[in-house]
């Protein structure tokens, strides 16, 4: 039977909550919890573009290929997508402080592991172990927010944990361009075994464990084994896409097993007693737009970046370091756009702030699909500032709209929501705009072989010329002399810039389908209800 206490919980707009009792000591302190959370968080964002400069090493290093290298990041994602609402549930159901500390302890363990690995298949198989204690470690970070501060003070919070992400997201390519430069690619995952120890002592000696009193009290199985399908079916299409082709018959098997669970899921889910996630969430409007714009913010970001370590690497002929100075401007606008986003959004809501984030980020992919191979530092920096300013409004506000916008006993959940997300637009973005790359390398890179004169290559040195193109390498075989191999790599630095640029064009699309979504937002009844006892 359906359970009509649960749907009508989720459907009324959250009840203020009660400003928490002021902590006594270390444990349960506000601002000593986020400051603990934020560690562990750290190690979580950082590894979603750490890796990104470090794949061009890993390549060499094990003999990988293009798709080996882009495993390495979609399995990450695909286990965080997948497993990111349920985790949520398991805060809600045990405990935010319990599901945190374990996921910091396994997510130290699995990057010490991808450390000591010495071929393709075992990193890309403790990735997908990062991914899912990754997935514990998120939502219950935010539960854990959620519940230690008082209303008025939230967003506020949650602009410095937004700062941490994407300071940490920003920041993974400039840290990890010095590890793989003067240490060893392994070096970029053995740092978080010293990192999560720290959060993990940190944890133990502040974090509080709170519960909200309907919290749940039983767990949802075929539910959570219908959504995790439907997740796994949609990620794992997305992912193999464009290596089975768009047209193709597995793609599209995969994608309507994805229709299929959801649509199973969302039957079943309004008649268990206590649904993993109440369908009447999706009533409020604000929390679902926010849920869509993280989808569609993540594309624009993720998909972007993949390509540009490339092209500052291998087109510009960077070092690893050098790559990650230049990414410097898009770090430092982060860090300092994030709390002074919390504080705009405190005071005027997330709407406009964060219409005018994904403009800001819509006009940067534009400006980047305008980068050349002799394109000056400057002009660069100008587009990757302009992208972390837009970015910093985005990852606070739609945070704050989809869990200020859920109940208390659901905020694990909204956590996980927020973060499946963005991990779903995480690898849509590396998917799709990795497929508009590789066509248009595809398209162009006969002629403009052709154009330039050089030797005709057969359908198979085509092919593999195609796959080194696709990441800024001339494929220039040993013994070329030197007027021939410059002519190869500009050639194929052409072709490659042309995928990008079009890559980064779609992206800028989508970023303008993000400031409409924006629009449909706004604060989180509780913030509101905090904000205006704030002022009484």
Known sequence: MTSQTTVEKAD?????????????????????????????????????????????????????????VQWI???????????????????????????????????????????????????????????????????????????????????????IWGMVIGASTAGG??????????????????????????????????????????????????????????????????????????????????????????????????????????????????????????????IAFMGGLFFVTFYLQNVHGMSPVDSGLHLLPLTGMMIVGSPLAGAMITKAGPRIPLAGGMLLTAVAMYGMSTLESGTGSGVMSLWFALLGLGLAPVMVGAT???????????????????????????????????????????NDLAGNWAAAQLPKLTPGQLDQASEAVQVGVGPVPKGTPAALAEKITGVAHDTFISGMSLACLVAAGVAVVAVLVALLTKRGANAEAGAGAAHI
């Open 12 to 68: 009324k707009a959250p009840e203020p909550v009660s400003a928490p009792a002021p902590a006594k000591g270390l444990r349960g302190h506000p601002w000593l919890t986020l400051f603990s959370v934020a560690i562990g968080v750290m190690m979580v964002a950082l590894d979603g573009t750490i890796v990104a400069i470090a794949n061009p090493a890993i390549q060499k290093d094990l003999g990988a290929s293009f798709a080996d």
């Open 73 to 159: 990041t979609n399995g990450y994602f695909l286990a965080l997508a997948v497993t990111l609402i349920t985790a949520g549930k398991l805060g809600d159901r045990f405990g935010h402080r319990q599901t945190f500390l374990i996921g910091v302890v396994g997510f130290a363990a699995a990057s010490g592991a991808i450390g000591l690995s010495d071929s393709i298949a075992l990193v890309v198989t403790f990735r997908v172990f990062q991914g899912l204690f990754g997935a514990l470690l998120m939502p219950a970070a935010l539960g854990l927010l959620r519940a230690t501060f008082p209303a008025e003070k939230l967003n506020m919070a949650i602009g």
């Open 173 to 298: 390519p400039i840290l990890g361009g010095l590890l793989v430069q003067h240490v060893s690619w392994q070096s970029v995952f053995f740092i978080n075994v010293p990192v999560g120890v720290i959060a993990l002592v940190l944890g133990l000696v502040i974090l509080k464990d709170h519960r909200a009193e309907n919290a749940p009290r039983s767990f949802d199985v075929l539910g959570i084994a219908l959504l995790s399908g439907a997740m796994f079916c949609l990620v794992w299409a997305l992912i193999k896409a464009p290596t089975w082709g768009w047209g193709d018959g597995l793609t599209w098997t995969f994608l309507a097993a994805s229709v299929l669970c959801f649509a199973l899921f969302a039957v079943w889910e309004t008649r268990v007693k206590e649904p993993l996630i109440p369908l009447a969430l999706f009533r409020s409007v604000p929390l679902s737009a926010g849920v869509v714009l993280m989808v569609l913010m993540a």
């Open 400 to 442: 704050e709209v989809i869990v200020g916008n859920a109940p208390m006993e659901l905020s694990g959940v909204a956590g996980g929501l927020q973060q499946a997300a963005m991990q779903i637009g995480g690898s849509l973005g590396t998917a799709v705009l990795g497929a508009v790359m590789a066509s248009k390398v595809d």
